[in-house]
């Protein structure tokens, strides 16, 4: 059974830092490329970051980057995002996923963890 | 990288068809023959509903199918069903980015 977990997510003041840790089971989790998408109250879904299977290539949102860092521990199963600098503007519930498309069927989300930037 | 363009909302009686469209750029939906649909209900995560413009994962009902024309793609609900009442995405791939789109509320009225 596949299992993505979120944690880390919190209330931080803005321009605080906050690291969300995913950890997979169920798939082999080396083998696939993994993303981060957030969901800020009441709004739409807005993807934020993606890093390679084997951690050498990563992409960012215009929206975060410079700020957030999106790292994997393969050997933990643990796909990190750092973030650092926050904004109000980066209140939302974040999601690990890992997408299908581009020929996959397989598609995983967690069930979100809520970062709260505020003071 | 604009978030790609759905309309706010959608409805439709039990039964009948409603399409969700998806505009984007030659540099997003144009460009690349990697569009998603996600279905999401309150407060739980995104459905993957079709991938890669108009295949439709396992466990999807054929009610569900996906097309594209140009820098707009487009989701068909046929049959409406109450449980399909959601909010719905889509999502490309732009190279060096992915993009989500504004969301649509589809009402079964």
């Known amino acids: 059974q596949v299992q993505l977990v979120e944690s880390g997510g919190g209330v931080v003041q803005p321009g605080g830092s906050l690291r969300l840790s995913c950890t997979a089971s169920?798939?082999?989790?080396?083998?696939?490329?993994m993303h981060w998408v957030r969901q800020a109250p009441g709004k739409g879904l807005e993807w934020v970051s993606f890093?390679?299977?084997?951690?050498?290539?990563?992409k960012d949102a215009d929206s975060v980057r410079g700020r957030f860092t999106i790292s994997r521990d393969n050997s933990k199963n643990t796909v990190f995002l750092q973030m650092n600098s926050l904004k109000t503007d980066d209140t939302a519930i974040y999601y690990c996923?890992?997408?299908?498309?581009?020929?996959?069927?397989?598609?995983?989300w967690g069930q979100g963890t809520l970062v709260t930037v505020s003071s | 990288q604009s978030a790609l363009t759905q309309p706010r909302s959608v409805s439709g009686s039990p039964g009948q068809s409603v399409t969700i469209s998806c505009t984007g750029t030659?540099?997003?939906?144009?460009?690349?023959?990697?569009v998603s649909w996600y279905q999401q209900h309150p407060g739980k995560a995104p459905k993957f509903m079709i991938y890669?413009?108009?295949k439709r994962p396992s466990g999807v009902p054929d009610r569900f199918s996906g097309s594209k024309s140009g820098n707009t793609a487009s989701l068909t609900i046929s049959g409406l069903q109450a449980d399909d009442e959601a909010d719905y995405y889509c999502?490309?791939?732009?190279?060096?980015?992915?993009?989500f789109g504004t969301g649509t509320k589809v009402t079964v009225l």
């Open positions: 169920g798939f082999m989790f080396s083998h696939y490329g």
């Open positions: 996923a890992k997408l299908g498309g581009m020929g996959a069927t397989d598609d995983y």
């Open positions: 890093i390679l299977f084997d951690g050498t290539k990563k």
């Open positions: 999502c490309s791939y732009a190279g060096s980015y992915y993009v």
């Open positions: 030659s540099n997003d939906v144009g460009g690349y023959n990697y």
């Open positions: 890669d413009v108009s």
